[in-house]
């Protein structure tokens, strides 16, 4: 398999530049776990050592609220386990971009994938550019972003005081909204998202949480679209 | 700064279980070769998999929400513009929040 392009410099800027056009969707985000963070009791260093290396939002979120003296071990890696399971997929489905790397370069690209940045690497990849670079870079520039932010709000979120239903926080969805425009291929897209999103309304209305309703929406959707597709190929 | 102990193995497992997310799909995927089915779905699984995130949160966050979600995907379909859609929905937000009180 040809390996030129398949990582490179450029492909790492575009990707910091990508990330930069979305840091007013991904900060309020960072801000709130970081506050939580602070509210629990836990030390800016260890709220930094956890943003750092768990980089995981939701998952921090559900872990922080469920926080204990001593610290839940157990239930906190659960939680991880459970909530971050959406990000297997993602990294299957970007393996045309994967599988042009190796080592550390593929592995540590791994490490750092977060929602937003896959969506931004998906579109790439459909726009014919397969540099996984581009996903490091993205997911770097969120990733620095994020431990600012989480700073920021450890330390300021007492003075901030901003409540939990401010419009601030409508950033993180919005952003993940205008991603999903980009994600949008065309009119063969529309039934397997109806399908997603009925699935994952249903789910979420037998009562179960996170990360079930959008696990089962995004298997219900994929699958009904992977069974239309090979009925009639497009 | 602080660093106890128990906190920190919390933190390691954590980030243990989010790596084994984050490269187990691929790793998986690296030995074995997915059935044509599969390979399929994993077309479809990315718009698939924010769908499913975001319609129950609409749905939990009501109409005004709704309403400014809408200017999003109008914004980002017209423009193209990620931090100019984002901005447009807060904003839109805010607004009506400013209006309808409670």
């Given at each position: 398999m040809d390996q030129r392009g398949g990582f490179t410099r450029a492909g790492i800027m575009r990707g910091l530049r990508a990330a930069l056009a979305i840091t007013l969707g991904l900060s309020p985000f960072g801000l709130v776990v970081g506050m939580t963070s602070d509210g629990v009791g836990l030390s800016l260093a260890e709220t930094l050592l956890m943003s750092g290396l768990v980089f995981a939002g939701t998952a921090q979120l559900v872990a922080l609220q469920l926080w204990s003296d001593p610290a839940p071990v157990l239930a906190a890696t659960l939680a991880c386990l459970v909530i971050n399971l959406r990000l297997a997929p993602m990294g299957a489905a970007l393996a045309p971009v994967l599988d042009r790397t190796r080592g550390l370069r593929l592995w540590g690209t791994l490490a750092v994938l977060v929602d937003n940045s896959f969506a931004l690497a998906i579109a790439e990849m459909r726009a014919g550019r397969r540099d996984a670079g581009f996903l490091l870079g993205a997911s770097l520039g969120m990733w620095v972003n994020w431990m600012a932010m989480c700073a920021v709000g450890h330390v300021f979120g007492a003075a901030l005081?901003?409540?939990?239903?401010?419009?601030?926080?409508?950033a993180s969805t919005a952003a993940v909204l205008a991603l999903l425009v980009q994600l949008w291929r065309g009119r063969s897209d529309l039934h397997p998202w109806l399908v997603a999103g009925a699935a994952a309304l249903m789910v979420q209305g037998t009562g179960l949480g996170a990360p079930w309703p959008v696990l089962a929406g995004a298997c219900a959707g994929a699958g009904y679209g992977a069974w239309r597709d090979r009925r009639r190929p497009a | 700064m602080t660093l106890r102990w128990d906190v920190l193995a919390a933190i390691l497992g954590m980030a243990l279980a989010t790596y084994l997310c984050r490269a187990g799909g691929y790793a998986v995927l690296r030995v074995t070769r997915p059935p044509p089915f599969v390979q399929a779905m994993l077309q479809h699984l990315p718009g698939c998999i924010f769908v499913a995130f975001l319609v129950p949160a609409f749905a939990r966050a009501g109409w005004p929400a709704i309403a400014a979600g809408a200017v999003v995907l109008l914004v980002q379909a017209r423009l193209g513009r990620l931090a100019l859609s984002i901005l447009a929905g807060v904003g839109t937000l805010w607004l009506l929040r400013l209006a309808v009180p409670g």
């Open positions: 005081q901003l409540p939990a239903g401010h419009p601030l926080f409508f | -």
